[in-house]
């Protein structure tokens, strides 16, 4: 049996071969009232830990975590016929990683993150350009630091579906599903 997260990679490789943009993928969080909420988000990293993303933690995304730490995601490749859903558990990424990550990103971006308000109201675009431009100016020089309130989490699955069109819906399904030591199983399911 191939692992999960092996297959995962496979099926991400031929993603990147033919998708404009293989990362986007659906994130779904539910907050403390159990109202449920989704949205694009980019995968950066994904290993056996788990499916990496990086946020605003003040975003209604970062508030849900913090409120309910669970998650789904939902990958969508229509040029090669395939989708992955992945449901587990989400903890934050270390400092140390969501510091590397930060360094990567372009210096724009880096300056949007920290002008960027995000999920909150703003009286027009005007106010976010206005705190974009105040923050290019302290930062005009050396390095942007990481915000305090940017980061990273890593989605840590419990269970891995792999669903692949077929002729006459006769599609593929296989879900993994992690047992209570942590060892992955598999069973087909209908589709």
């Known amino acids: 049996m191939t692992a999960p997260i092996e297959l995962f ?3 991400f490789q031929a993603a990147n071969d033919t998708e404009q943009l ?3 993928v659906a994130l779904a969080t539910v907050d403390a009232t159990a109202r449920p909420s989704v949205r694009m988000v980019l995968l950066k990293e994904v290993d ?11 975003s209604r995304k970062g508030q849900e975590l913090a409120e309910n730490p669970q998650a789904a995601l939902c990958f969508h490749w229509k040029s090669q016929k395939r989708q992955i859903r992945v449901e587990g558990s989400v903890v934050p990424v270390s400092a140390a990683e ?3 990550y930060f360094a990567t990103r372009a210096r724009d971006s880096q ?3 920290w002008a960027s308000k995000q999920s909150r109201p703003m009286a027009g675009h005007f106010e976010f350009e206005a705190a974009i431009a105040r923050y290019a100016a302290k930062y005009a020089f050396g390095t942007v630091p990481r915000p305090p309130f940017w980061s990273g989490f890593r989605l840590v699955p419990d269970s891995i579906e792999f669903w692949e069109d077929r002729k006459f819906r006769l599609h593929m ?4 599903q992690k047992d209570s030591m942590g060892v992955w199983g598999m ?4 589709p």
């Open 22 to 24: 293989a990362e986007a």
């Open 173 to 176: 399904r296989h879900i993994y």
């Open 48 to 58: 056996e830990r788990g499916f990496t993303f990086y946020t605003n933690l003040e």
């Open 9 to 11: 990679k496979a099926w």
């Open 187 to 190: 069973k087909e399911i209908y």
């Open 111 to 113: 300056i949007g993150a």
């Open 98 to 100: 969501a510091d590397r």
